[in-house]
């Protein structure tokens, strides 16, 4: 009796089991929906697609952050000093002008003087004097010239070694900054350059002028010595003879 009366208790707790689980709502069970799952994945990729163009948006400002450094970057090759070493020396040259200087005052007054109209009543000797002190300044102004034409051919070849290396740095700046500086550079020494041609053509017009108002007083010089040779004088003038001594 006990064991007939157990399985028939177990029976009955299986089929309420069974019943149960025909009643369980079929939400609560596991469904795979196609359209769902595809609308996941499309919203996945979509953000997937946004922070992959954030992280471009990122690189981007990084690299323009990395060129405007480089365009800012100062070019690290300077040739200010030499260059104006370079000038310094033409222009102790000039300074270095014997006798008649590139001074304004001091020409005038030269001209005034050494330069000017005869003196009528200047001696003999000191017409001669004067004529030697103007042909020495007109060696002297020659002379100064010849200096000043190489002190400039001695910059050549400074300004060469200078202009390589600017052209080195050009081509090899990383950013604008560099290039307009190695360009301003050239350009200076492109300055440079012409401030020696400046100088020597000052240096060779000094002694050019000076050679020639040395002919032009020279002439004028001439004029008078030929007039007073021309002159009549005294003549001869009679008066006692001794022959001996008594």
Same mark, same amino acid.
């Given at each position: 009796?006990?064991?007939?009366?157990?399985?028939?208790?177990?029976?009955?707790?299986?089929?309420?089991?069974?019943?149960?689980?025909?009643?369980?709502?079929?939400?609560?069970?596991?469904?795979?929906?196609?359209?769902?799952?595809?609308?996941? &994945?499309?919203?996945?990729?979509?953000?997937?697609?946004?922070?992959?163009?954030?992280?471009?948006?990122?690189?981007?400002?990084?690299?323009?952050?990395?060129?405007?450094?480089?365009?800012?970057?100062?070019?690290?090759?300077?040739?200010?000093?030499?260059?104006?070493?370079?000038?310094?020396?033409?222009?102790?040259?000039?300074?270095?002008?014997?006798?008649?200087?590139?001074?304004?005052?001091?020409?005038?007054?030269?001209?005034?003087?050494?330069?000017?109209?005869?003196?009528?009543?200047?001696?003999?000797?000191?017409?001669?004097?004067?004529?030697?002190?103007?042909?020495?300044?007109?060696?002297?102004?020659?002379?100064?010239?010849?200096?000043?034409?190489?002190? &400039?051919?001695?910059?050549?070849?400074?300004?060469?070694?200078?202009?390589?290396?600017? &052209?080195?740095?050009?081509?090899?700046?990383?950013?604008?900054?560099?290039?307009?500086?190695?360009?301003?550079?050239?350009?200076?020494?492109?300055?440079?350059?012409?401030?020696?041609?400046?100088?020597?053509?000052?240096?060779?017009?000094?002694?050019?002028?000076?050679?020639?108002?040395?002919?032009?007083?020279?002439?004028?010089?001439?004029?008078?010595?030929?007039?007073?040779?021309?002159?009549?004088?005294?003549?001869?003038?009679?008066?006692?003879?001794?022959?001996?001594?008594?």
């Amino acid at each position: 009796m006990t064991s007939v009366s157990t399985r028939r208790a177990m029976l009955a707790g299986g089929c309420v089991l069974a019943l149960a689980l025909q009643t369980v709502p079929a939400r609560a069970a596991i469904v795979f929906d196609p359209t769902n799952y595809a609308q996941n &994945v499309l919203t996945a990729a979509r953000a997937l697609q946004q922070i992959n163009n954030q992280i471009t948006a990122l690189q981007n400002q990084a690299q323009s952050l990395i060129n405007q450094a480089k365009n800012l970057a100062s070019l690290p090759f300077s040739s200010l000093q030499t260059l104006q070493a370079q000038i310094q020396r033409t222009q102790a040259l000039l300074g270095q002008a014997q006798r008649l200087a590139y001074d304004v005052q001091q020409i005038e007054q030269a001209f005034k003087g050494q330069y000017g109209g005869v003196d009528l009543k200047a001696s003999d000797q000191a017409l001669v004097d004067g004529a030697r002190e103007r042909w020495r300044t007109s060696v002297a102004g020659f002379e100064d010239a010849l200096k000043v034409q190489a002190g &400039v051919v001695g910059n050549i070849e400074g300004a060469r070694d200078q202009m390589a290396q600017l &052209v080195g740095a050009s081509q090899s700046a990383s950013g604008a900054l560099q290039a307009a500086q190695a360009g301003n550079q050239l350009l200076a020494l492109q300055s440079q350059q012409l401030a020696d041609l400046t100088a020597m053509l000052a240096a060779q017009g000094r002694a050019q002028n000076l050679e020639a108002a040395q002919r032009a007083a020279a002439q004028d010089q001439a004029r008078e010595q030929l007039r007073r040779f021309l002159t009549p004088g005294a003549g001869y003038q009679p008066g006692d003879a001794k022959m001996f001594n008594r």
